[in-house]
């Protein structure tokens, strides 16, 4: 099965950014990081929902890093869900001339 309805989920914490999606009846929750989002963005951002909006913006890019993860089953287990957190590595690059490097995505 494939990851599906992928979405950032808003918060007001300023801590991370949260992207949930769905295989089936698993849900797949993940995170990055306030300094993750701030390392791989072009500029610095003052709010979470400027964070949340940069990766909205990437959503495509971090997607297909996630479904890789997920593939390869590098996620911890909960009952009905799995649950990853993205690095700086797996993110480089997105902005205005992304390219995703670290898992084997280019």
């Known amino acids: 099965m494939t990851l599906t309805g992928f979405r950032v989920l808003p918060t007001e914490d300023g801590d991370k950014v949260t992207i949930l999606a769905d ?25 979470a929902k400027e ?17 890789t993860k997920f593939g390869l089953g590098q996620f911890e287990s909960g009952v009905r869900e799995r649950f990853i957190r993205l690095e700086t590595a797996y993110l480089r690059g997105l902005g205005p001339v992304a390219a995703v490097v670290g898992i084997g995505l280019a």
């Open 51 to 67: 964070r949340e909006e940069f990766i909205e913006r990437n959503l495509a890019r971090v997607s297909r890093v996630i479904e």
């Open 23 to 47: 295989e089936g009846d698993v849900r797949v929750i993940t995170t990055i990081s306030r300094g993750v989002v701030d390392d791989i963005s072009p500029s610095t951002f003052a709010t």
